[in-house]
Structures are given as C-alpha cells and as structure tokens.
C-alpha cells in the first residue's frame, strides 16, 4: 500500500502548513547550496541550516494561515487564489517581523 502525502496533508489547515514548510525550507536550502556553489556566501553550515529551519517554519505558518484565511473567506477559483497569496503573504510578514523583534530583545 502506498501512502499518499500530500492529500493526506491537504486535509487540515496545519497538514497544508506542513507541505508549505517543506516547499519553502527546500527552496531556501536550495538557494544556500547554489549560492555557496557559485562562491556568492560564507555562511557556514550552522548559519544555513538555522537560515533554512526559520524559512521552514516561517513558509509552514505563512501558508497554514493562509489555508486558514481561505476557508473563512471562501469565493470562487480566483478570489481564493489571491485571497490565499495575500494571506500567505501577510502571514510571511508578520513572522519575519515578529523574528526580528525577537532577535532584538
């Protein structure tokens, strides 16, 4: 028996979450492995790997929230794909700043 990932995800606002943190924490690792490919950093591998686990989460909330924000706000195909890029956007936003405000205190 094969077990399906992702509908099993899309089953739930926080399951939607996960697949949204896997999708973000792999692009933001991608984008550290090609930049330290193409000598563009020197951050070491502690930095990248704290840099992808924030990334991680912050896409994971980002589009939990925003599967959240859809099913409040329901509509048709295109006022729930923007509904859900607007959401998913402020949720991405409010992460960063809420990790800044962290970072500062």
């Known amino acids: 028996m094969v ?8 089953q739930s606002a926080p399951g ?15 984008k550290h492995i090609r ?5 563009e950093t020197e951050m070491t591998d502690s ?4 840099d992808t686990l924030k990334e991680t ?14 099913g409040i ?11 859900a890029f607007a959401a998913a956007v402020a949720g991405k936003y409010a992460w ?3 990790l800044e405000r962290l970072a500062k205190e």
């Open 35 to 39: 930049a330290r490919k193409n000598g």
């Open 47 to 50: 930095d990248i790997a704290k």
């Open 96 to 98: 960063d700043r809420g």
């Open 16 to 30: 939607v979450g996960v697949l949204g943190g896997i999708v973000g924490g792999s692009a933001t690792l991608a």
């Open 57 to 70: 989460a912050g896409a994971g909330v980002a589009t939990a929230f925003s599967a959240v924000v859809v």
């Open 3 to 10: 077990f399906k990932l992702a509908p099993f995800l899309a």
């Open 73 to 83: 706000v329901g509509g048709g195909l295109v006022v729930s794909l923007g509904t």
